[in-house]
């Protein structure tokens, strides 16, 4: 079936610094990929809509210069949290739609200490 | 905002049926009912999905009403694996490239 592969799994890093959040599909080609956050006790967020070769469409309240998105590729997109801070802690999933239904990675967790 | 409403949560013995309800009373007609689950710390994983008919895959079923105003998944044999978090959605088809929507879901305990 459809693989999204989703890296790192975890990740902790400091405060003001940057993280970068890779998905691939594996054995698909994904025109459209999506970008989820979840805190703790909470259900998926939607935080922007990535097409391939051209720019990511952001939901509302979601910064477009602090998320950054690149989906370079029908398999890759990449998810950037620039100059992370405590509240960026969470846990981000991304998403692309095969061939049953939608496919989504196994998440990063992102802590920012 | 979620199209969908579920009971927050739901216990289940292990080995009976497991029925998570789930109400769309605004579901449009070019619209599917998808069902994914969550168990903790990983990504949400497709269990089933229909238009209007009843479907039947090796994970579940999933029994839609006449009017597709509500619809039932049902895990035949619940396992203590099946502790998670179940989650109704109506969309489109992903065809079209169109994101996912949950809600709050039904955080579902299938006790021993």
């Known amino acids: 079936g459809a693989v999204v592969s989703q890296h790192p799994s975890w990740v902790i890093c400091k405060s003001g610094t940057s993280v970068k959040i890779e998905c691939r599909s594996l054995?698909?080609?994904?025109?459209?990929m999506f970008w989820y956050r979840q805190f703790p006790k909470q259900s998926l967020m939607l935080m922007a809509t990535?097409?391939?070769?051209?720019?990511?469409?952001?939901e509302q309240g979601v910064e477009k210069d602090k998320f950054l998105i690149n989906h370079a590729s029908l398999t890759l997109s990449t998810l950037t949290v620039t100059s992370a801070h405590p509240e960026d802690s969470s846990f981000y999933i991304c998403?692309?739609?095969?061939?049953?239904?939608?496919?989504f990675g196994s998440g990063t967790r992102l802590t920012v200490v | 905002d979620a199209k969908t409403t579920q009971p927050t949560s739901m216990d289940c013995a292990e080995g009976r049926a497991a029925n998570l309800p789930c109400n769309h009373s605004?579901?449009?007609?070019?619209?599917?009912v998808y069902w994914y689950r969550q168990i903790h710390s990983q990504g949400p994983q497709y269990i089933i999905h229909?238009?209007?008919n009843n479907e039947t895959n090796e994970m579940a079923s999933l029994i839609i009403t006449e009017d597709r105003k509500s619809s039932t998944l049902i895990l035949p044999h619940a396992t203590l694996r099946d502790t998670a978090v179940y989650y109704c959605?109506?969309?489109?088809?992903?065809?079209?490239?169109?994101?996912?929507?949950f809600g709050g879901g039904t955080r579902l305990m299938v006790k021993p």
């Open positions: 998403s692309a739609s095969a061939l049953y239904g939608y496919t």
């Open positions: 054995d698909f080609q994904a025109t459209t």
């Open positions: 990535s097409n391939e070769g051209s720019k990511a469409t952001y």
């Open positions: 605004t579901i449009s007609g070019n619209e599917y």
């Open positions: 229909g238009l209007k």
């Open positions: 959605i109506v969309s489109p088809s992903n065809n079209a490239g169109n994101m996912l929507t």
